[in-house]
């Protein structure tokens, strides 16, 4: 951490966004307020929680001067209940922070420490369960990535929103966010990232804490769709992404020729049973679309079935 008196160490916000989270908002408020590094404001956006969260919000904002709660009048959804509580921020840093996780006492600290020149540094992850066992798995499952890597962040994500710390002038470029933004922490990854301004940290510095309930893997569990129609939808997703960072005109000249030509492949998803066409395109450019992966010929192979694929072979 800096060295130096409360009041000469930098303003670092939290922002963070509820929604009926009572069940864990104590722990994870909890975690915040036992930070090793004291000169924080706390922002929390509340969605129009049903249950007890707000009373529960306003009770530690009565304990403890730091803490200030922003009501809405009208459900948003959490990326733009995102975009709120970041605009009300007014720390040079910002430490993002989601309902349900658990913070170590070091993670603010840590961040401050190494985020270096960064516009974004991302720390590592341990899963929990509902209970707060610790599991023997990191979240998200794919690689840690950094520097210069926008279109990778495009196809997947490694950037967990409760893991980050950003320089508010991340907010220039990066709000209002896009339409066909569907999460804040891969949006605001990707922008710090055509800078070549994300950073990968070494330490894990919070858990993760899996239930019915998340917005991620909880979400994932309660489809009931075809495979097709799954596949139809994930890309059609991509694609709201990538036109929102092509419109944003964050990348650089090159990539954003590169992505124009992968979201005219990425169309022909919806009419062949296998892409050969972007096959043979991903080949060529694994490095710069399939850097997350471990496996970039599984992961190649498997961004180019198309829906025929899920058609013709539904339990393959």
Not at 126 to 142: N, Q, Y
Not at 168 to 180: I, R
Not at 265 to 276: R, S, T
Request: charged share 25%; net charge positive.
């Amino acid at each position: 951490m800096t060295m130096g008196t409360e009041a000469e160490l930098p303003l670092i916000s939290v922002a963070m966004c509820t929604y009926n989270g009572s069940l864990f908002i104590g722990s994870q408020l909890e975690s915040i307020l036992n930070q090793s590094y004291r000169h924080l404001e706390i922002v929390i956006g509340d969605d129009c929680s049903s249950d007890d969260t707000v009373s529960i919000l306003r009770g530690y904002q009565s304990q403890d001067s730091r803490i200030r709660v922003i009501e809405s009048t009208q459900n948003v959804g959490f990326v733009r209940n995102f975009e709120r509580v970041l605009s009300a921020c007014s720390g040079s840093l910002i430490a993002l922070a989601d309902q349900d996780d658990i913070w170590f006492p070091e993670k603010i600290a840590s961040l401050e420490r190494d985020i270096g020149d960064a516009l974004l540094i991302y720390s590592r992850v341990k899963m929990v369960d509902v209970a707060g066992v610790v599991l023997d798995r990191e979240f998200p499952s794919v690689l840690r990535i950094d520097g210069r890597c926008a279109l990778s962040l495009i196809v997947d994500n490694c950037v967990t929103g409760h893991a980050c710390l950003i320089r508010k002038e991340l907010l220039k470029a990066a709000l209002p966010f896009p339409s066909g933004v569907q999460v804040h922490d891969q949006w605001l990854a990707i922008v710090a990232s055509a800078e070549g301004k994300l950073k990968a940290g070494e330490s894990v510095l919070s858990y993760y804490r899996q239930h019915a309930h998340n917005a991620v893997l909880g979400g994932k569990k309660r489809r009931k769709v075809t495979r097709s129609k799954q596949k139809l939808l994930r890309d059609g997703k991509q694609l709201a992404l990538a036109h929102a960072v092509i419109d944003s005109g964050v990348l650089a000249g090159a990539d954003e020729n590169l992505l124009r030509e992968f979201c005219r492949l990425m169309q022909k998803n919806a009419e062949v049973f296998y892409n050969w066409e972007l096959s043979r395109f991903l080949s060529r450019h694994m490095g710069k679309f399939l850097g997350l992966y471990k496996n970039k010929d599984k992961a190649r192979r498997k961004l180019c079935r198309g829906v025929w694929y899920f058609r013709l072979l539904p339990f393959a």
